[in-house]
């Protein structure tokens, strides 16, 4: 059984920065796709980056220019590096391994979640 294991999340100030990873134990990382979601209180989960297997990412238009995600195959791991953080980037940040991309979107797989890292941007 996979799983996937977050670290890195915190409390920071406006303008600030964290590194998110996110470690996939138990797949064979190197060809799969995976892709970070956050989910702020009373909002819907979204999905904030994604990389392929290949050379194919996704960011969504509230990230670009700030996130940047990055795999590194070989240690199993993807991840979140978040800078000029703002408050409304405030949010339970989640790893999804395995899903697929169609075009230039990433669908998640829907059993295949990290238990969830806090992310706190304070104003």
């Known amino acids: 059984q996979v799983q996937l294991v977050e670290s890195g999340g915190g409390l920071v100030q406006a303008g600030g920065a964290l590194r998110l990873s996110c470690t996939v134990i138990?797949?064979?990382?190197?060809?799969?796709?995976i892709g970070w979601y956050r989910q702020a209180p009373g909002n819907q989960r979204e999905l904030v980056a994604a990389?392929?297997?290949?050379?194919?990412?996704y960011y969504a238009d509230s990230v670009k220019g700030r996130f940047t995600i990055s795999r590194d195959n070989a240690k199993n791991a993807v991840y979140l590096q978040m800078n000029s953080l703002k408050p409304e980037d405030t949010a339970v940040y989640y790893c999804?391994?395995?899903?697929?991309?169609?075009?230039?979107?990433?669908?998640?797989?829907?059993?295949?979640w990290g238990q969830g890292t806090q992310v706190t941007v304070s104003s």
């Open positions: 999804n391994y395995g899903g697929r991309f169609s075009g230039s979107y990433y669908w998640e797989n829907v059993v295949s």
């Open positions: 138990g797949s064979t990382f190197s060809i799969n796709a």
């Open positions: 990389n392929s297997s290949g050379d194919r990412t």
